[in-house]
């Protein structure tokens, strides 16, 4: 028998009162031996409360003056051990609460993609450590293609040599080591750009050339799984002067889901 547990969306924005914010949500889940009696016997000698956790979250927090997200997991999960040793591992899983400095001492919440990380921690260290890109919502009026797919007596999407593509993509990636690591920024701006510029097949064709690149321009990341949907728009009326110009409404599910797991040889 294997028992885990812990607490999620733990929030947590720490500014020095000046110019400085970092804002995420973290998720911690912790597992052992230790905790087997409270599942088999009702006895909670062991259990560190969910409550408990969160406090200690916000206290790590206070201390923390970095601006890495994947930093502050590993402090958090080092420090929680360190505190607890009967834990045997901990997985620590945190995203970015994006904020968009406006001046010096002002900033604007985003709702746009956002840096995610997840670390797995054991007493000897960190174990495992992925991070990432979320809710990229990517929209290119050209450059797109779906055609020569197999048909049958079941399909009835019309060919396209060249459309509209709009996706919402997740990005994650693993580096050779947790200290030389590459900012989730970067992955993303060679993400769009690949995006813009690569004439695509399909988004089949487009994931794996995305990866290509991000594997070819970042020698640290050995591993980039990205997860896509297809949102392309509806079409609800076409001009009869020139076909390019369309009007699109939002789509009715189900979407289209694609994706792909490319490693470093």
């Not at 007493?123 to 919502?137: K, P, T, V, Y």
Request: contains cysteine.
């Amino acid at each position: 028998m294997s028992v885990h547990y812990g607490k999620a969306g733990v929030r947590v924005y720490r500014t020095d009162g000046q110019r400085t914010l970092f804002a995420a949500e973290v998720r911690l889940d912790v597992s052992g031996s230790g905790f087997l009696p409270a599942y088999t016997r009702g006895d909670n000698s062991m259990i560190v409360p969910t409550d408990t956790m969160n406090n200690f979250v916000q206290a790590v927090a206070l201390e923390y003056d970095g601006a890495s997200l994947e930093e502050f997991l590993a402090e958090v999960g080092r420090r929680f051990l360190l505190t607890y040793p009967h834990v045997e591992h901990l997985t620590a899983q945190g995203r970015q609460v994006p904020f968009g400095r406006e001046s010096e001492v002002l900033f604007q919440r985003l709702h746009d993609d956002y840096e995610v990380a997840e670390l797995v921690l054991g007493q000897e260290g960190i174990r495992s450590h992925r991070c990432g890109r979320e809710a990229l919502h990517l929209i290119k009026i050209t450059g797109s293609a779906f055609a020569e797919f197999l048909r049958d007596e079941y399909t009835t999407l019309p060919e396209a040599r060249d459309r509209p593509l709009f996706i919402h993509l997740n990005a994650y990636w693993r580096h050779r080591t947790f200290v030389e690591r590459v900012a989730s920024r970067a992955v993303r701006d060679l993400i769009s750009e690949t995006f813009t510029a690569f004439v695509s097949r399909s988004i089949q064709h487009l994931l794996h050339e995305m990866a290509q690149r991000v594997l070819g321009r970042f020698p640290p990341i050995v591993e980039v799984a990205l997860e896509a949907e297809n949102r392309l728009w509806d079409t609800a009326c076409a001009s009869e002067r020139d076909p390019r110009i369309k009007v699109y409404r939002d789509p009715r599910p189900p979407y289209g889901v694609i994706g792909l797991t490319l490693r470093r040889a």
